[in-house]
């Protein structure tokens, strides 16, 4: 049999190394052409990549968490194919898929699992012998109300049915386009609910609710350490964090708003924005206010080229939101957010946050930021010390909006009052330049008016 040493191919934007996140196959496995081996996660997107050829995976040179480069090796598959030459090179170029094929490109939130249904091609258990007759025939007297050959779901997914003991391809999906969902699975494992054992896995044995010492046990495995590996967008984060604070210089400003008038606008113009079949928040008037306070700071909408020795001026605005997902923290970007109006703005905050939250921001939509802002809402508590995203150099940190007292004309009155927390890079921007933009983006949200005047 011939020897097939498939290597991480090129996967284009500059990509040079990627983590590898998840196998989805194993030593000793047969594969089929194209069929999901890897994912694979980079900087700008999670790649998933399928066999080049039919065969049986000899040797996974890559463990799950680890860095491999391009070139480097990741997997040897016996092809049965005798034309290759020894090391895996062809003699001759076949029609197929070659070892620089990269497969399924998932052009999707880094580090998530999510896979387009045209391409799931991965049955939910590994190739097994041929079941008993005996035990075929006791299969198909309790043939289950729903059976998929190839269902649809995450590797997440995938993982909690193993370990709840179920059989994936009898469970009934309700997510989108046919997706079998994390609740999905724990409907079916709930008490009163059906499941025909796999063929590939015996059924866990059920106890008898009246054994104590059972249920004692169970609640004593409930705290037990769980332990997560540290890999994928998580740990990506977390790199990304450290580097900033071990980088940049940070300082962090905080003044109050008062948010009564721009509170007023935007219940002024929600009707507008609801017959334009768009939801107007509070995050593109902060949008707006910002670019019009770059414009009069441009060197906080700078970047530092470290490797030149450069500091790069930007002529445009990209806005990144750093938004939470169930992944972790992501920042997609509006492009060119200062030749945008107020619903536009509005409506491109929304499809970002549906993308962030349905694991389907592009590889564009994540790259090319020039500032950042921070949000938690509700959330968003007294104030925070946002961290720097390079290679930005400034960071905007929203806060709730809260009643509070404040002094107006000698009196006290009520007002509705929000902290804003601007974090900057002092390597970059001094103090009081920092400050002087975090009064304009004040002006401009106590003002509104002001932000949409050439000033």
Request: contains cysteine.
């Amino acid at each position: 049999m011939a020897r097939f040493e498939f290597k991480l191919p090129d996967i284009g934007e500059g990509v040079t190394e990627g983590e590898i996140v998840a196998w989805h196959v194993k030593e000793g496995d047969q594969v089929g052409e194209d069929q999901v081996m890897v994912e694979v996660m980079t900087d700008k997107a999670t790649v998933t990549i399928g066999a080049p050829k039919t065969g049986k995976i000899e040797e996974l040179r890559a463990q799950v968490g680890s860095t491999v480069q391009v070139g480097d090796v990741l997997v040897v598959i016996h092809t049965g194919n005798g034309s290759r030459a020894a090391g895996g090179h062809p003699s001759k170029m076949p029609a197929g898929p070659t070892a620089s094929a990269v497969g399924d490109i998932q052009e999707s939130l880094p580090g998530t699992s999510y896979f387009a249904e045209k391409r799931a091609r991965v049955g939910e258990a590994p190739e097994q012998p041929e079941p008993s007759k005996a035990a075929t025939d006791a299969t198909a007297k309790q043939e289950p109300a729903h059976f998929a050959e190839q269902p649809l779901a995450t590797p997440a997914t995938r993982k909690l049915a193993r370990d709840l003991g179920l059989d994936l391809r009898t469970v009934p999906p309700t997510g989108e386009g046919g997706r079998v969902t994390k609740d999905d699975v724990h409907a079916a494992s709930s008490p009163g609910s059906v499941q025909v054992p796999s063929a590939s896995a015996p059924p866990a044995r059920k106890p008898p609710a009246a054994d104590t010492r059972v249920t004692r046990a169970r609640e004593k495995s409930d705290t037990a350490d769980r332990h997560v590996p540290f890999l994928g967008v998580r740990r990506k984060i977390a790199e990304r964090m450290q580097q900033s604070k071990n980088t940049a210089a940070h300082f962090t400003f905080v003044e109050e708003c008062d948010a009564g008038h721009l509170m007023s606008l935007r219940d002024r113009l929600k009707p507008e924005a609801k017959a334009r079949g768009v939801e107007l928040t509070f995050m593109p008037f902060m949008i707006k206010a910002v670019c019009a306070a770059l414009k009069k700071h441009p060197m906080l909408n700078s970047s530092l080229d470290v490797e030149k020795n450069e500091i790069v001026m930007h002529g445009r605005c990209h806005i990144g939101i750093a938004a939470a997902t169930e992944q972790g923290l992501v920042v997609p970007v509006i492009h060119d957010a200062d030749s945008l109006d107020l619903f536009e703005l509005a409506t491109e905050v929304k499809r970002l946050g549906d993308a962030a939250r349905d694991n389907k921001l592009q590889v564009a939509d994540l790259t090319g930021s020039t500032f950042t802002i921070t949000s938690l809402g509700k959330l968003g508590g007294l104030f925070a010390v946002p961290i720097v995203n390079l290679p930005n150099v400034g960071i905007l940190g929203v806060h709730q909006i809260k009643e509070r007292p404040v002094v107006r004309d000698g009196q006290i009155v009520v007002g509705q009052i929000m902290l804003l927390s601007l974090s900057l890079d002092h390597r970059i921007v001094d103090g009081h330049v920092g400050a002087a933009f975090a009064y304009d983006v004040i002006a401009n949200l106590e003002e509104p008016a002001l932000m949409f005047m050439d000033r």
